[in-house]
């Protein structure tokens, strides 16, 4: 648990937030004496930052939140400009467009005081979105399998049975079946995305309005909004009839509202926030018992009031569950996941590398791989290194989006050295997140016993042997033929210039 005091002395005042396992201190200048610009200085044990957002074309859309571990420890719009004096940890930037349509040029960047920028960036679409960032080299990740968006092209890193689900749409966490997890009056995160009742991505139906679209006589959708929420992600493991209940079997203590879209990477979240996406399903309970979901058949002692009809899926799927804890309990929950489809464990990748090779071919090296599948995937990076340490990219080729089938892959590295070098493969999706290969060595390509060259001009005809006498050749563009003692040959064109 965190807690937040305040502490003042004769220039500046701070918010100290307590963590069990340390402090973390942060100055917010905000113009006053504090601010390092006017001459204060920051506590000890803080870094000072200059943290800025430009005003774009529209700034009355754009506002954030900075938070660490949850909470927010500032906010602001478009057009700020101040100082924060940070302890080293990790900090979410949670980045917010009131119309759905990015910042429109408004962007923003954490640097040094004075100093070099260490993040900066903008929301280029959509609605929502977050950016982890790393003080003083905190190692910082996104738990539960994904971070904004649970992992490349909408993949699920990690897939856990128990654990805390995030209270925002991109801290979203993978599950299995079954999947335990606490709810408390937690409230809706950092950023309220669910849209008011009656909209697109949260519509209203049952009693007097028309009833669900997809039939059944529960209402929906979230009426109450986000409200104390829990984001949860699944993946669909075979075909089928989908199924589940949260809470059934007598374990339900409250309203457990839910709503329910499809999830196709990180641009999902910004699509409900933006009120573009509807729900597949969604339900607002009648009763405080029984649990709530979808089935075709109650579950022993469920009410049908909080139930929606089962829904058709395919493998593969994947869909995004917000739920509301309306009755602002302290409880344990479990979601059970029946029907005749079921639901995958095993983390989904962006692409199934069947194989990545880099070998000798003459002057040069070829580089290949072959894809089995590939999902929401934008193109492969070709990456080379002399130390395996340092690395440079060298060719981009486009991936296949989405494939089922076998993809192959190649590139030629005109420029192979005479030390090994070192390949990666860095796979980049249509969010922009990353993952990479393991890494292929090719010792010495190129370095073969050469056993004569000569020139050649424009007609094929030998012109000399190389290197040549000064003098003894025109000025002009020839051809350099080379033979190895293993019997292979390169070619490559020479310009000499005449003394």
């Not at 049975?161 to 966490?173: E, F, L, R, W, Y």
């Not at 194989?355 to 193109?379: G, I, K, M, P, Q």
Request: net charge negative; aromatic share 12%; glycine share 14%.
């Amino acid at each position: 648990m965190s807690s937040i005091t305040f502490s003042v002395n004769a220039q500046c005042t701070w918010y100290t937030i307590t963590v069990t396992d340390g402090v973390d201190t942060f100055v917010l200048g905000d113009g006053q004496p504090c601010d390092p610009a006017n001459g204060g200085g920051c506590p000890p044990g803080t870094t000072m930052l200059q943290f800025i957002v430009t005003s774009g074309s529209a700034p009355a859309q754009v506002s954030w939140d900075f938070t660490w571990n949850g909470t927010v420890v500032q906010s602001g719009g478009a057009g700020y400009n101040d100082t924060l004096c940070l302890g080293d940890g990790c900090y979410v930037l949670y980045m917010v467009d009131a119309a759905a349509n990015g910042w429109n040029g408004a962007t923003y960047s954490l640097a040094e005081f004075g100093g070099a920028v260490l993040y900066s960036g903008t929301l280029s679409a959509g609605g929502a979105d977050s950016v982890l960032i790393s003080i003083g080299g905190a190692t910082c990740s996104w738990g539960g399998g994904g971070g904004p968006g649970p992992g490349p092209g909408g993949g699920c890193g990690t897939v856990v049975n128990n654990g805390q689900p995030g209270s925002d749409c991109p801290a979203v966490i993978c599950v299995c079946d079954p999947f335990t997890f606490p709810i408390t009056p937690n409230g809706f995160g950092s950023i309220d995305e669910i849209p008011g009742p009656g909209s697109i991505s949260n519509p209203a139906f049952g009693g007097g309005i028309p009833p669900p679209p997809w039939g059944g006589t529960d209402y929906g959708c979230l009426y109450a909004g986000e409200l104390n929420s829990s984001w949860i992600l699944f993946t669909v493991g075979t075909s089928g009839s989908l199924g589940f209940s949260f809470g059934a079997g007598g374990q339900q203590v409250g309203y457990y509202d839910w709503a329910m879209w499809a999830y196709a990477g990180p641009a999902t979240c910004s699509a409900i926030m933006g009120n573009t996406l509807p729900p597949v399903r969604c339900v607002w309970d009648a009763v405080p018992w029984g649990g709530a979901g979808l089935a075709n058949t109650l579950p022993p002692g469920g009410d049908p009031g909080n139930y929606a009809p089962e829904l058709p899926v395919i493998a593969g799927q994947q869909f995004i569950i917000c739920m509301s804890n309306w009755s602002y309990v302290t409880a344990n929950v479990t979601l059970d996941f029946f029907g005749t489809a079921t639901i995958s464990c095993t983390p989904v990748l962006p692409i199934e590398l069947i194989d990545f090779t880099a070998t000798c071919a003459s002057d040069a090296v070829l580089v290949r791989w072959n894809t089995a599948t590939e999902r929401n995937n934008d193109l492969f990076t070709v990456e080379r290194s002399v130390d395996a340490s340092m690395w440079a990219p060298i060719e981009q080729l486009p991936g296949a989006g989405n494939s089922q089938y076998m993809t192959h892959y190649e590139i030629r590295d005109m420029e192979p050295g005479a030390t090994v070098r070192y390949y990666r493969l860095r796979q980049t999706d249509f969010d922009g997140t990353s993952t990479y290969s393991s890494v292929v060595a090719v010792p010495f390509c190129g370095e073969k016993e050469v056993v004569r060259q000569w020139l050649m001009d424009a007609s094929g005809r030998a012109c000399g042997t190389w290197p040549i006498e000064p003098g003894t050749i025109a000025t002009g563009i020839y051809q350099l033929r080379t033979e190895f003692m293993d019997g292979s040959s390169s070619t490559r064109n020479v310009f000499i210039m005449a003394p």
